[in-house]
């Protein structure tokens, strides 16, 4: 049993996961007051002086072209930091990854003058992230979907989601 990962579809030929433990949102770390207006992939792509940070075999990139940014307006990056600074910088204008992790970076560095715009769920959807397990492990998958079954939702499951941020309408995404 893994740690949570996005369950992609190449990943579930080698392995097997569980119900879904969290959802979470793309978003484009962009430079304070949101100088291009840029509310998602769909304003980027619209937009052809825009140039995208991501980092490289990220989901982020493809879901970037698939909403029409050529490639020749995307940087590829190797580092999270990298990429950030890069926007800083003012060397691309946007950097797509998750929400979460834009937060997270915003928050540990204020004085960097970056926001985070959220791709709005009509444009994409959260992507869902659950324990991966062996393709033969399909007791232990059911014997850990039960337990989930039951605490996700709950309010010891809020309480401890919420110091990372995620608020109770984030947590529904994933009760069923």
Do not use: C
Request: hydrophobic share 40%; proline share 3%; no cysteine.
């Amino acid at each position: 049993m893994t740690t949570g990962m996005f369950g992609t579809d190449e990943r579930r030929e080698h392995a097997r996961f569980s119900r879904p433990i969290w959802a979470l949102s793309d978003g484009l770390l962009v430079k304070n007051g949101n100088p291009h207006n840029l509310t998602g992939y769909k304003s980027v792509a619209e937009n052809a002086d825009i140039v995208l940070a991501v980092i490289r075999d990220q989901v982020q990139h493809r879901s970037a072209v698939e909403f029409g940014v050529s490639e020749d307006r995307i940087v590829v990056f190797e580092t999270y930091t990298e990429a950030a600074k890069s926007v800083k910088e003012g060397r691309v204008d946007a950097y797509a990854s998750v929400g979460r992790a834009h937060n997270g970076f915003i928050a540990l560095h204020s004085h960097w003058g970056l926001a985070m715009v959220t791709i709005p769920y009509e444009e994409k959807p959260p992507t869902f992230g659950s324990f991966a397990f062996g393709l033969s492990d399909t007791g232990l998958v059911h014997q850990v979907d039960e337990v989930l079954a039951s605490f996700l939702g709950s309010e010891a499951h809020r309480d401890m989601v919420d110091d990372f941020g995620f608020s109770d309408s984030d947590v529904d995404l994933v009760v069923r």
